[in-house]
């Protein structure tokens, strides 16, 4: 199994996964249309496909020539593990046609141990082994236990994570900082950019099944949306007009807003060009340093306006500071935003930050706000280059 994994390890790396599941009473449950699914996701390149039950990957099987991530969800009575409970599921979605087999992987009571089931998937199925787990004392097990690669699947779903909302990307950080297994990030990408983001934090690669194949959920949300009015509290009225005052966002009022403030700059200013929609959004200007295993280990974010760089974020590993690396992004972004036309620099910064730090580089404060937040000091700097 050795060289064939590391062809399917090689097939994998930073791809799509799509899970192509539906509800057990939706009328897309069916295996025809499962299979439809996901071979449109292939076709599109996605790298490989997670699905549940024998009769889908079979289904599926004969559609796509593709890697397909195999699960088989079952209630076992006493036991709250339902993927892959056993190794007799995992031998019928075998023989249907899986390339390798998903089991639950939490450190929660189960009818056969991690270590158990993954030695019997081994040497009696041929198969690589996906652990999804909950937790970075799962994975450190699961590893332990053998197992080939992990997935951050159950973050949010078990009782002992479930105050937590996916997707995991602190469970994911961690498990890419401190284990070697290739860790995939499922749960909760809901967009293109989360799942990159995924890739960025260390996933070898990206499962996403709601946002792609969810049709249900998605119809549900959209309906949801269009209904439901954003809570308000009115504050004061007379027959005509209202103040509505929200405590959430509220895009499109909020949208609205500002498209209108966007129209009215440029007739209220003598320079052209200033308050157009491109020069009010600036253009973005980020600095990151990443070592050898793809990981970022600190960062830059900041943009570019008119004739002012804004540096918005600067953080440092703490392993890596007091090491330079933090003034090598910063004389980095000064550089870029000089040949960009910039001749200043603006910042912000609290007083349990780095103030000192950032006025060795020549950064002058401006303005000092006492107490905010309670008990310090909040800062504007600026630097003319």
Partial sequence: MTNNFAQLLKTLEYGLIVSCQAPPDSPLHHPLIIAAVAEASIAQNAVAVRI????????????????????WKQSIP????????????????????????????????????????????????????????????????AVAAGVDLIATTLYGY???????????????????????????????????DIARQALDLGAYAVVVGTAITGIEAQVQAFDRALRHKTPALLVEHDEIYHFALFSQEHPSYRGYVRSKLRK???????????????GLRGTPL???????????????????????????????????????????????????AKQRGCTEAILDTFSFQAKGFYEKLGYEMFAQVDDYPSGYSFYQLKKEF
């Fill in 158 to 192: 078990t009782k002992e994570t479930e105050q937590h909302s996916p997707p995991g990307f602190n469970l994911l950080s961690q498990i890419a900082e401190k284990l070697d297994t290739p860790v995939l990030c499922e749960g909760g990408i809901a967009t293109p």
């Fill in 78 to 141: 006493n036991s709250e593990i339902y993927i892959t409970p056993t190794f007799e599921y995992a031998a019928e979605i075998a023989e249907a046609g899986a390339d390798l087999i998903a089991i639950d992987a939490t450190l929660r009571d189960r009818p056969e141990s991690v270590a158990v089931l993954t030695d019997r998937i081994h040497q009696e199925l041929h198969k690589p082994v996906v652990a999804d787990v909950d937790s970075l004392e799962a994975a450190i097990a």
């Fill in 286 to 336: 980020e600095v990151f340093l990443i070592d050898d295993r793809q990981k970022i280990r600190a960062g830059l974010v900041g943009l570019t306006r008119w004739n002012w760089l804004l540096i918005e974020t600067l953080w440092v590993d703490e392993s890596l500071r007091q090491q330079g690396f933090g003034r090598r992004m910063m004389m980095l972004a000064e550089q870029e």
């Fill in 52 to 71: 549940d039950t024998p009769e889908h990957i079979a289904a599926v099987r004969q559609r796509i020539s593709a890697p397909i991530l195999g699960l």
């Fill in 264 to 278: 009215y700059n440029p007739d209220s200013t003598v320079r052209e060009g200033f308050f157009e929609q491109g």
